[in-house]
């Protein structure tokens, strides 16, 4: 008889524990219900590649009780899911040294923190882990924390994690509705005109043959909607507030690009001969090494009050300074004109 585990938190406690893998059956808790079975494999299966994963789901090992089932469904309270026998990496093994960030705000639904550009929100694509995995490691009593959205590795600013299923899957609700109010800055070289400009063009998502994920304007593509106001000119350069009307993958960079004007650091859709010049300092302009995006204000409902929370998190240093120093070249700039 094989033995029935259940699953709590961010792993799987089973009874007993054998060299070799063996086919695990696992119950789902109330608290556990409402996420895709590929979603939870990925969680469960600590150092499996999702590619092996997806395999093991298409090929109908993996079992919701006793009955295929594919990647899309969505796991119910006292579900039994049927793993097949699968390497994982041992629970006693942590790869992920815990970390803490800056935190907006924190209570018993939601922790809010304010992300540093270049960590990855989790693991994955060459990178061993995240945000969410460093958390989870300095938080090994945290029964659930979860993702409540992305931002891009290069992008700084708010992110929302859950620590409730019932407050990811409210918050999900309110960002499928249009109800979270999302805001970035971002800066872009190019003579930017209009105080207001709405962008509304069509976002693909394909992968490279690399397995690079990229996202490009194409018709047919899902509808894709920002807002860009002109907050303030710096020579040849713009600082725009972007507001999120839809939320897709690299949503704001690829419409920017894909209407002309390149953000600051973008080593994917950007201007790569300006991101290179920007590596180094060049006379009272500082040298700037990371792309100009930042998640500095979010709104939405709170998912136990009901009432409203907008936070808000300021430019980091690093890109105050630069800023600083284009409005000196600019200022001298137009000194000489003078």
């Known amino acids: ?49 999702k590619s092996h994963i997806y395999r093991v789901l298409r090929s109908g090992e993996v079992r919701v009780n006793k009955g295929r089932i594919d990647q899309t469904y969505r796991l119910q309270a006292d579900d039994v899911v049927r793993i097949p ?19 907006l705000l924190e209570d018993n639904h939601l922790l809010v923190i304010d992300k540093p550009a270049g960590v990855a929100v989790h693991g994955g694509s060459g990178v061993s882990y995240g945000v969410i995995e460093q958390l989870r490691a300095s938080r090994p009593d945290a029964k659930f924390l979860e993702l409540v959205h992305r931002l891009d590795r290069d992008t700084s600013g708010i992110l929302l994690l859950a620590k409730k299923r019932s407050a990811l899957t409210n918050l999900h609700e309110q960002m499928r509705d249009g109800v979270t109010d999302k805001r970035y800055l971002t800066l872009v070289h190019g003579n930017w005109v209009n105080p207001r400009q709405h962008i509304k063009l069509p976002l693909h998502k394909y992968t490279t043959a690399d397995g690079e994920r990229r996202v490009a304007v194409q018709e047919g593509g899902q ?43 973008d080593d994917k859709y950007g201007d790569f001969s300006l991101n290179r010049a920007l590596q180094k300092a060049d006379g009272d302009r500082i040298a700037f090494k990371r792309m100009f995006l930042h998640a500095f204000q979010i709104t939405f409902i709170h998912p136990e009050s ?33």
């Open 1 to 49: 008889m094989k033995d029935l585990a259940r699953f709590s938190g961010n792993s799987v406690e089973t009874p007993s524990q054998a060299a070799q893998p063996q086919v695990q059956l696992v119950s789902i808790s109330e608290e556990d219900a409402g996420q895709r079975i590929d979603n939870f494999l990925l969680r469960v299966c600590k150092g499996v590649p």
């Open 306 to 338: 009901g009432k409203p929370v907008t936070l808000n998190a300021p430019l980091p240093p690093e890109c105050e300074r630069f800023l600083k120093s284009l409005e000196k070249v600019a200022r001298d700039a137009g000194a000489k004109h003078d």
């Open 85 to 103: 026998p699968i390497r994982m990496a041992e629970k006693t093994t942590q790869t992920a040294p815990g970390a803490e960030f800056e935190i």
């Open 223 to 265: 509808a894709s909607h920002t807002i860009f106001t002109l907050k303030r000119r710096y020579g040849e350069y713009a600082l725009l507030e972007a507001e999120l009307k839809t939320g897709r993958t690299h949503q704001i960079r690829v419409h920017l690009s894909a209407s002309g004007f390149a953000i600051a650091g």
